[in-house]
């Protein structure tokens, strides 16, 4: 294990060095470029024996990805923003194809109107393209979710392609120290991928097929029932990274001070440091506050979620998102949650973030006080409410 | 070049039990081909005509590995498809795509282009029936000038489509590519012999076959192969190929049969005027001008 001072984007890119790709498709787009870019580098001094591609578009990026996940490769690529939105239908083809291709999203605002820092609208719209999405907090994790995502895809329970959501800039261009594996340790944990699901020259196979509305629905169910395996797979897979590299990971929620928690507040991402401060410190002013940190959107931690906030008060989500005509998205799982387990608890709905705009250590404590004193359902931090008339 | 015979051609079959219409020319080509490339090819195959007819789960067609790849991705899928094979270690195999031309010269152009820049070592062979026949028939970057389809309707005011076939051949060559060949399922020795040339060449490959559609086309099931001959006879389509950075034309007609038969004959150029088919006939005997001029005449 050594040590390095690493970018989110450089320290995934470390992650992906140790999971050996065999094929790497790649396609630029701020604030994700420095990721293919080390990689480049990597094979270009030896160091990641990877087929690696240049391709012209994000279509053909997740295409070419695909391809090589059918030929039976270890197949990445990396996106933001755009370019996810222009790859969307290539997302459905491989979720459906039970293709288990990692691609690395830096979260970035769509446009219009343009611009390139970091919300979370791009990867939450495609929460329903089946597949499994992941939001990291650190440098760190996203180095272990690099590595760890491989070995949850592939897992043949699950056989979904998974999406490792990095906050734009803010986690992707923020330098942290970073402890990095020793390829020995990563080769242990993550076994070369073996599959059914390719071109098999002994018995050939036609692939990614068109089925009729009987057969169709049943290969729905499927890929739904594959996503949903995946929570276990993730306990499993972080038990094992545990004892190998030493780190532990909470599954698809991360919880903090929520054991005694009146009021607690939901988020996900990079924020969540911001948000435990504050908690700290509303704790210290007498109000018991704690945290969700949701680290995985599919599968949805729905249980998770209903469990931790069962005997809290009351409840925020604070997301960098919004559903036009709607709310947050986060925050519409987080109610079914609830309504599933029965559980009747006031949430409000905070979105902020929007296009990069920052969110003070200010903003989380007014969502804390707010929830005191009952804010309006749906806030835009620093405008008010939604108009909504709510 | 055509000396192919019958007996010459292996009788294994790779696509069949497959529901194209009677008379498919595509379905001919993608059979032939694969005949060529063998149990190894693995095809790809965007939304389309052959993907529509050959792969509905469980009636499955292909007896080689085959997939169908995103409407605009035939070009990128065989690049991954290739790119991973090799990093599994197999080197015996032929990425093959089958693409039609709406797949082809629109919607998948830019994941082609992509393909050839990068020398990726894949054969792409378009079945350019002309128009979006798998939705209805739908004007493509490749319908020819005067054709009734049903977004170019043949009115009063405007006679079918009014622009020309985009020239594709030359695009794909454009790119520097290792080889490139038009073909027609008219002359399938030709075109057999095309495939075999292409498998044996390392870089991209493009072949552009000609491959009638009788429901498109308003011709008899029976007539395809025959008015594929007949497209390359009067000279609204020829026979060449790219190499080496040279064009070659592989049949000069020593004179055109009759294009105004060749249109009339089918339904959907019937409503053109004589006017509109001197205009065919004029464009034609230009673009052979510029094929004498440019191309050389060899085998």
Same mark, same amino acid.
């Given at each position: 294990?050594?040590?390095?001072?690493?970018?989110?984007?450089?320290?995934?890119?470390?992650?992906?060095?140790?999971?050996?790709?065999?094929?790497?498709?790649?396609?630029?787009?701020?604030?994700?470029?420095?990721?293919?870019? @080390?990689? /480049?580098?990597?094979?270009?001094?030896?160091?990641?024996?990877?087929?690696?591609?240049?391709?012209? /578009?994000?279509? /053909?990026?997740?295409?070419?990805?695909?391809?090589?996940?059918?030929?039976?490769?270890?197949?990445?690529?990396?996106?933001?923003?755009?370019?996810?939105?222009?790859?969307?239908? #290539?997302?459905?083809?491989?979720?459906?194809?039970?293709?288990? $291709?990692?691609?690395?999203?830096?979260?970035?605002?769509?446009?219009?109107?343009?611009?390139?820092?970091?919300?979370?609208?791009?990867?939450?719209?495609?929460?329903?393209?089946?597949?499994?999405?992941?939001?990291?907090?650190?440098?760190?994790?996203?180095?272990?979710?690099?590595?760890?995502?491989? =070995?949850?895809?592939?897992?043949?329970?699950?056989?979904?392609?998974?999406?490792?959501?990095?906050?734009?800039?803010?986690?992707?261009?923020?330098?942290?120290?970073?402890?990095?594996?020793?390829? !020995?340790?990563?080769?242990?944990?993550?076994?070369?991928?073996?599959? %059914?699901?390719?071109?098999?020259?002994?018995?050939?196979?036609?692939?990614?097929?068109?089925?009729?509305?009987?057969?169709?629905?049943?290969?729905?169910?499927?890929?739904?029932?594959?996503?949903?395996?995946?929570?276990?797979?993730?306990?499993?897979?972080?038990?094992?990274?545990? %004892?190998?590299?030493?780190?532990?990971?909470?599954?698809?929620?991360?919880?903090?001070?929520?054991?005694?928690?009146?009021?607690?507040?939901?988020?996900?991402?990079?924020?969540?440091?911001?948000?435990?401060?504050?908690?700290? &410190?509303?704790?210290?002013?007498?109000? @018991?506050?704690?945290?969700?940190?949701?680290?995985?959107?599919?599968?949805?931690?729905?249980?998770?979620?209903?469990?931790?906030?069962?005997?809290?008060?009351?409840?925020? +989500?604070?997301?960098?998102?919004?559903?036009?005509?709607?709310?947050?998205?986060?925050?519409?799982?987080?109610?079914?949650?609830?309504?599933?387990?029965?559980?009747?608890?006031?949430?409000?709905?905070?979105?902020?973030?929007?296009?990069? =705009?920052?969110? *003070?250590?200010?903003?989380?404590?007014?969502?804390? &006080?707010?929830?005191?004193?009952?804010?309006?359902?749906?806030?835009?931090?620093?405008?008010?409410?939604?108009?909504?008339?709510? | 070049?055509?000396?192919?015979?019958?007996?010459? $051609?292996?009788?294994?079959?790779?696509?069949?039990?497959?529901?194209?219409?009677?008379? #498919?020319?595509?379905?001919?080509?993608? =059979?032939?081909?694969?005949?060529?490339?063998?149990?190894?090819?693995?095809?790809?195959?965007?939304?389309?005509?052959?993907?529509?007819?050959?792969?509905?789960?469980?009636?499955? #067609?292909? /007896?080689?590995?085959?997939?169908?790849?995103?409407?605009?991705?035939?070009?990128?899928?065989?690049?991954?498809?290739?790119?991973?094979?090799?990093?599994?270690?197999?080197?015996?195999?032929?990425?093959?795509?089958?693409?039609?031309?709406?797949?082809?010269?629109?919607?998948?152009?830019?994941?082609?282009?992509?393909?050839?820049?990068?020398?990726?070592?894949?054969?792409?062979?378009?079945?350019?029936?002309?128009?979006?026949?798998?939705?209805?028939?739908?004007? *493509?970057?490749?319908?020819?000038?005067?054709?009734?389809?049903?977004?170019?309707?043949?009115?009063?005011?405007?006679?079918?489509?009014?622009?020309?076939?985009?020239?594709?051949?030359?695009?794909?060559?454009?790119?520097?590519?290792?080889?490139?060949?038009?073909?027609?399922?008219?002359?399938?020795?030709?075109?057999? %012999?095309?495939?075999?040339?292409?498998?044996?060449?390392?870089?991209?490959?493009?072949?552009?076959?000609?491959?009638? #559609?009788?429901?498109?086309?308003?011709?008899?099931?029976?007539?395809?192969? !025959?008015?594929?001959?007949?497209? +390359?006879?009067?000279?609204?389509?020829?026979?060449?190929?790219?190499?080496?950075?040279?064009?070659?034309?592989? &049949?000069?007609?020593?004179?055109?049969?009759?294009?105004?038969?060749?249109?009339?004959?089918?339904? @959907?150029?019937?409503?053109?005027?004589?006017?509109?088919?001197?205009? +065919?006939? %004029?464009?034609?005997?230009?673009?052979?001008?510029?094929?004498?001029?440019?191309?050389?005449?060899?085998?």
């Amino acid at each position: 294990m050594s040590k390095r001072f690493l970018s989110g984007n450089e320290a995934f890119a470390e992650g992906i060095r140790l999971a050996k790709p065999d094929v790497i498709s790649a396609y630029p787009i701020t604030p994700q470029t420095i990721v293919v870019e @080390r990689l /480049s580098e990597m094979v270009e001094d030896g160091s990641l024996q990877s087929e690696f591609i240049h391709v012209e /578009s994000e279509h /053909s990026a997740l295409s070419c990805a695909i391809g090589a996940s059918a030929a039976g490769a270890r197949a990445f690529t990396a996106t933001s923003s755009q370019g996810l939105l222009y790859m969307a239908e #290539c997302l459905y083809y491989a979720s459906g194809g039970r293709f288990p $291709i990692v691609m690395m999203n830096a979260d970035r605002s769509t446009a219009l109107p343009w611009n390139i820092y970091g919300d979370q609208r791009d990867s939450l719209s495609q929460l329903d393209s089946g597949w499994i999405q992941a939001y990291a907090e650190n440098a760190q994790e996203s180095l272990d979710l690099a590595l760890m995502s491989y =070995r949850i895809a592939e897992h043949p329970d699950v056989s979904t392609p998974f999406m490792v959501n990095l906050d734009g800039f803010v986690l992707t261009h923020t330098y942290e120290t970073v402890e990095i594996p020793e390829s !020995e340790q990563a080769a242990r944990f993550l076994p070369a991928y073996e599959t %059914e699901n390719r071109v098999d020259f002994e018995n050939p196979k036609n692939l990614a097929f068109s089925a009729g509305p009987d057969h169709n629905y049943i290969f729905k169910y499927k890929a739904h029932r594959g996503l949903l395996a995946a929570a276990d797979v993730i306990a499993e897979t972080e038990r094992e990274f545990a %004892e190998i590299f030493g780190r532990k990971y909470s599954g698809l929620i991360e919880q903090y001070r929520t054991e005694d928690a009146d009021l607690i507040l939901i988020t996900l991402g990079s924020i969540a440091g911001l948000c435990r401060e504050s908690a700290d &410190r509303m704790r210290m002013q007498g109000i @018991r506050a704690g945290v969700i940190r949701i680290r995985y959107m599919r599968p949805f931690p729905n249980a998770e979620i209903a469990e931790a906030l069962r005997n809290a008060k009351a409840f925020a +989500v604070l997301e960098k998102d919004i559903s036009f005509g709607n709310e947050g998205t986060v925050f519409t799982n987080v109610n079914s949650a609830l309504q599933k387990a029965g559980l009747n608890i006031p949430g409000q709905n905070y979105i902020g973030g929007l296009g990069g =705009r920052n969110i *003070s250590a200010g903003n989380i404590e007014a969502i804390f &006080r707010g929830l005191v004193s009952g804010a309006p359902r749906v806030s835009f931090i620093g405008i008010g409410g939604d108009g909504s008339g709510e | 070049m055509a000396n192919k015979t019958a007996e010459s $051609i292996s009788r294994e079959e790779f696509f069949y039990g497959h529901k194209a219409c009677a008379g #498919c020319g595509g379905s001919l080509a993608v =059979r032939a081909a694969l005949k060529v490339l063998g149990q190894n090819a693995v095809s790809v195959l965007p939304a389309g005509c052959m993907s529509a007819v050959g792969f509905n789960f469980p009636q499955l #067609c292909f /007896s080689n590995n085959s997939i169908i790849s995103t409407f605009a991705g035939t070009a990128s899928m065989l690049t991954g498809i290739e790119a991973g094979l090799r990093a599994k270690g197999y080197t015996d195999f032929t990425a093959v795509g089958f693409a039609g031309d709406g797949g082809t010269a629109d919607i998948g152009i830019q994941a082609l282009s992509g393909a050839i820049d990068r020398g990726d070592n894949i054969i792409y062979i378009c079945y350019d029936n002309e128009a979006y026949m798998n939705t209805g028939i739908q004007k *493509s970057g490749l319908t020819p000038f005067g054709a009734r389809t049903t977004t170019t309707p043949a009115g009063q005011n405007i006679h079918g489509n009014i622009r020309e076939k985009k020239n594709m051949f030359e695009i794909v060559a454009a790119h520097g590519i290792p080889y490139a060949a038009t073909a027609s399922i008219g002359y399938l020795p030709d075109f057999i %012999e095309k495939v075999r040339k292409a498998s044996q060449i390392k870089g991209t490959k493009y072949i552009h076959v000609i491959a009638p #559609c009788p429901t498109g086309w308003g011709i008899a099931p029976d007539e395809t192969v !025959e008015i594929a001959k007949e497209v +390359v006879d009067s000279g609204l389509w020829y026979l060449a190929e790219y190499e080496n950075g040279r064009f070659i034309l592989n &049949r000069k007609p020593k004179q055109f049969t009759d294009a105004a038969a060749y249109l009339r004959k089918q339904g @959907r150029f019937r409503h053109l005027s004589d006017e509109d088919i001197a205009h +065919v006939i %004029e464009s034609r005997d230009r673009k052979w001008e510029y094929i004498n001029q440019n191309f050389t005449y060899g085998g």
